[in-house]
């Protein structure tokens, strides 16, 4: 089903190729194990070394992929970002393939602002390259966020099977997949793409079972939830959800956007989810009103960018299935009420001034009459409980 859904090349009489994992973490080490593996016969057969590997990334992408990097010896070359540009850079990452290369890593939703990498593009300018050097490096999806949405919403947007140089998707069945958490899915293009010697085959349940996996024993439950999911809810059942989704997420948007203090990172065409920045943070962050709003029962993450871009610091909101048009107008009405509450503090970045200017101090002559180190601490530290006790209004 998954792999009909990316439009995989199957063939009449032909199963797809693909496994069931634990989440998108174990189905990003499969598929990378098997470019790993692929390279390396390649390489061998043409008697060159083989024990250099690498993997072209944006430096967007999820720790599992530096895990996997670091597990299984393979060098991560990642693309860095740059303010107002949060994704991988197709031709920046071309430009990092040589031959040593056992894939480029494109993401189809984005962690950190749920946008869709240009795999089309970088599958045009990938395959120039290999022309012209002789190379075959293909390109991998993590689509762990992406999977279940682009389908449904997104028909006509060519990231999956239907570029010749995508070799393997991993999904998550846990994210949009609409299952309890738990579950991964990674299929190939072709049967040639998993090696077969990664395969191992037991007999001794009564057939033979082919057998691709990190994990040990595991229960099948989510694996029975995901195959009811689908048919239970079907095609169009998944695409209204995840319009509805959609459509709650533009509300969420257009709500932040009137408070009047926030700049949207995130994209509209991509996962879900609204990622915003303080226009201006000279006084307070994004850390601090995500640190306010618990008081009101959001956990809402607060996050820097990776380099080059890691000045830059986001809130993000998520919005799932049972996220609806209520949870998203309370929440913009909390999101305005900490605002509001902040402006009335006293700035945390004047109270580190303050700190600094302490420690400058603390080795003068105390019959001066400045205030010692801790005294200023002290001050700085009543005069913040004061103001933060004076405006609460409860806890959720």
């Not at 991993?170 to 998993?194: F, M």
């Not at 037991?202 to 939830?225: C, E, H, M, R, V």
Request: some cysteine.
């Amino acid at each position: 089903m998954i792999a009909n859904l990316y439009h995989a090349p199957i063939g009449d009489g032909e199963t797809a190729v693909g496994v069931g994992t634990v989440g998108s973490s174990e189905a990003i080490m499969l598929a990378g194990l098997a470019f790993k593996r692929k390279w390396q016969q390649k390489r061998k057969a043409q008697g060159k070394p083989y024990d250099k590997p690498n993997i072209v990334t944006g430096a967007n992408v999820q720790v599992c992929w530096e895990k996997f990097a670091r597990y299984f010896e393979v060098e991560l070359k990642e693309v860095k970002l740059k303010e107002g540009y949060y994704v991988m850079d197709p031709v920046k990452a071309v430009d990092m393939v040589d031959e040593n290369t056992i894939c480029v890593a494109a993401i189809l939703g984005s962690t950190l602002t749920g946008e869709f990498e240009n795999v089309k593009l970088l599958h045009e300018l990938l395959t120039n390259k290999n022309k012209e050097t002789g190379w075959d490096t293909p390109i991998h999806v993590d689509a762990a966020s992406g999977g279940f949405i682009a389908p449904f919403v997104y028909p006509d947007l060519e990231w999956d099977f239907r570029l010749p140089l995508v070799k393997s998707i991993n999904v998550s069945g846990h994210k949009y997949g609409l299952v309890y958490a738990g579950v991964g899915w990674v299929v190939w293009r072709t049967k040639e793409d998993l090696p077969e010697e990664l395969v191992f085959h037991i007999n001794y349940l009564g057939s033979d079972q082919p057998t691709f996996t990190l994990n040990f024993s595991k229960g099948s439950s989510q694996i029975i939830a995901q195959y009811y999911q689908f048919i239970r809810l079907g095609f169009e059942g998944y695409k209204n959800i995840i319009e509805n989704c959609i459509e709650n997420a533009r509300i969420l948007k257009e709500g932040i956007e009137k408070i009047g203090r926030f700049e949207i990172v995130s994209k509209d065409v991509g996962v879900p989810l609204v990622a915003f920045a303080l226009k201006d943070s000279s006084k307070h962050t994004v850390f601090e009103i995500s640190e306010n709003l618990r008081r009101f029962g959001w956990i809402v993450p607060a996050y820097t960018m990776p380099a080059d871009a890691q000045h830059v610091a986001v809130l993000r909101v998520v919005v799932r299935e049972d996220f609806g048009r209520s949870l998203a107008e309370r929440l913009v009405s909390h999101i305005e009420l900490v605002v509001k509450e902040l402006e009335l503090l006293p700035s945390r970045t004047a109270i580190g001034s303050a700190h600094f200017d302490a420690v400058q101090e603390e080795n003068k002559d105390p019959k001066s009459g400045k205030k010692t180190q801790r005294e200023i601490i002290e001050d700085a530290t009543r005069t913040w409980r004061r103001f933060v006790n004076s405006k609460k209004t409860g806890v959720c």
